[in-house]
C-alpha cells in the first residue's frame, strides 16, 4: 500500500504518446498514478505496455464529452495534481473532426475545470497547450507574450482551453498552469505524423519491405523536440510557487526535407532515392514557420532540451529499425503496427 503520503496524479489522455512517458516519469517519482481512457481506446494500451507500466497505473474510463465520468475519475483517484494530455490531437485532419474538437478539445477543458472546483479547488491543473496556437506569422520567435492566431478547428479549440484555464486561475484562483508545447515526437509518436511516418518507411524499406515514401510539403518548418524531456516540463510548471503559463521548445527548426534526409541517412540510404510527393498530402491551411523562444521555462523552470533534431531522428529511426528487426525473427512485442 502507498504511504499516506504518497502524491497522487490523474493524467487524462494516458494511452497517448505523452501521457505514457508521463505516467512513467511521475511512477519513478514515487507518484500514484491514474489515468483517463475511451471506449475506443488505442489498441491495447499499447504504449503502456511498451514502458513496461501498464500495471501499475489505475485506468478509468471517461470521456472527455462525459461530465460525470470525470468527476467520478477525480473523486475515485483524489489526486493533487491533474494533467490534462487528452485531446483529438492530429491537426492534418482537423476540418473533418471541427464540432467534435470544440466539444472534446475545448470544452473538455472547463468539464475538468469545474470538477475541480466541485471536488476539490487545490488541486493543480496543467492544460496541454500547444504551438498552433500561433498559426502562421506574427514576430518570430514565438514568446509566451506574441498574439494568437489559430488558424484551424484544432487550434481553435487549444486557444478555448488555453484561456478557459487562464480565467479559472484569474477568477477562481485554480493553480492552473498551460504549457505551449512546440512539436514533440518519440518512438511512441503516433504513425500519422510526420516524423514517426518517416521513421517506420524508413526502417521498412531498409529492410526491404517497402518501395517508396509519399510526403506532402517537404518545405514545411517545425522545431521538433523529444517527448520524454518535455513531460519534464509539465511536471515542473506544477512543482512553482505560482501558476503560469511556459513555452517549451528547442528554438530550433528544420524542414521536413530535412527530417527525411537526415532519417534516410541514419539507415545509410539516399532520401532522393526513395520519397516523392503527392499534393493530396499539401494542406490547404499549413503552418509553416513556427520558431519558439524557450527562455522564460529556462529562466523560471530551468527546463532546457537536451536532445536536438539529429539525435531524435536517428532515436526514432534506430528504435523502428529494430522493431521491424525483432517482428522479423518473430518476436511478439506491444506496438502499433498490425501485422
Ligand atoms: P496523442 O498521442 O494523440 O494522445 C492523445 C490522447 O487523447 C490519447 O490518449 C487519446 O485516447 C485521448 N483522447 C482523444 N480524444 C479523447 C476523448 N474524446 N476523450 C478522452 N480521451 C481522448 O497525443 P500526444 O502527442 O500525447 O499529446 C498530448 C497532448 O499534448 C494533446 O492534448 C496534444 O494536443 C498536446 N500537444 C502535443 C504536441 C506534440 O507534438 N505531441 C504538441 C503540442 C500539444 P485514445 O487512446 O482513445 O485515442
Ligand atoms: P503538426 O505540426 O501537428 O501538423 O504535425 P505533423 O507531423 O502532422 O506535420 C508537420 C508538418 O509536416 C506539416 O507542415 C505537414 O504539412 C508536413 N508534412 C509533409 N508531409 C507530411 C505527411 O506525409 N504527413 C504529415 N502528417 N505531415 C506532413
Not at 494568437?148 to 479549440?157: G, H, I, L, M
Not at 498551460?178 to 515526437?185: K, P, Y
Not at 500519422?192 to 521513421?199: A, C, E, L, P, Y
Not at 499534393?279 to 527546463?303: C, H, I, P, Y
Request: hydrophobic share 40%.
Amino acid at each position: 500500500m502507498p504511504a499516506e503520503t504518497t502524491k497522487r496524479a490523474l493524467i487524462t489522455g494516458i494511452t497517448g504518446q505523452d501521457g505514457a512517458y508521463l505516467a512513467q516519469f511521475l511512477l519513478d517519482k514515487g507518484y500514484r498514478v491514474s489515468g483517463t481512457y475511451r471506449k475506443s481506446a488505442t489498441p491495447d494500451f499499447w504504449r503502456l505496455r511498451y514502458l513496461n507500466i501498464l500495471e501499475k497505473v489505475t485506468l478509468t474510463c471517461a470521456d472527455l464529452a462525459d461530465f460525470s465520468a470525470l468527476l467520478e475519475a477525480i473523486k475515485s483517484c483524489q489526486p493533487q495534481e491533474i494533467y490534462h494530455l487528452a485531446a483529438l490531437t492530429f491537426s492534418g485532419t482537423a476540418f473533418e473532426h471541427a464540432v467534435d474538437a470544440g466539444e472534446t478539445t475545448g470544452l473538455g477543458v472547463t468539464r475538468l475545470l469545474e470538477a475541480i472546483m466541485k471536488i476539490d479547488p487545490g488541486i493543480k491543473f496543467y492544460q496541454a497547450s500547444s504551438i498552433e496556437l500561433y498559426g502562421e506569422g506574427g514576430t518570430q520567435p514565438l514568446s509566451e507574450d506574441t498574439p494568437f492566431n489559430p488558424v484551424n478547428p484544432y487550434a481553435v479549440a487549444k486557444l478555448y482551453g488555453y484561456w478557459i484555464a487562464r480565467i479559472y486561475r484569474q477568477k477562481h484562483g485554480i493553480f492552473a498552469c498551460s504549457g505551449i508545447l512546440f512539436n514533440h515526437e518519440s518512438p511512441l509518436r503516433g504513425l500519422n505524423f510526420v516524423t514517426r511516418k518517416i521513421s517506420n518507411s524508413v526502417a521498412r524499406i531498409s529492410l526491404g519491405l517497402q518501395d517508396e515514401l509519399t510526403l506532402g510539403n517537404l518545405d514545411a518548418k517545425r522545431d521538433w523536440g523529444y517527448a520524454p524531456e518535455y513531460i519534464r516540463s509539465m511536471w515542473l510548471m506544477l512543482q512553482q510557487d505560482k501558476p503560469d503559463d511556459y513555452i517549451i521548445a528547442t528554438n530550433e527548426l528544420h524542414t521536413v526535407r530535412e527530417l527525411a534526409e537526415k532519417a534516410f541517412e541514419t539507415a545509410g540510404l539516399d532520401w532522393q532515392k526513395y520519397v516523392r510527393t503527392d499534393e493530396k498530402l499539401m494542406r490547404s491551411t499549413d503552418v509553416n514557420f513556427l520558431q519558439g523562444d524557450n527562455s522564460k521555462a529556462g529562466d523560471n523552470l530551468g527546463w532546457q532540451p537536451q536532445v536536438k533534431f539529429n539525435q531524435l531522428v536517428e532515436i526514432m529511426v534506430k528504435h523502428d529499425l529494430d522493431r521491424w528487426q525483432r517482428h522479423a525473427r518473430g518476436e511478439a512485442f506491444p506496438w502499433d503496427i498490425q501485422p
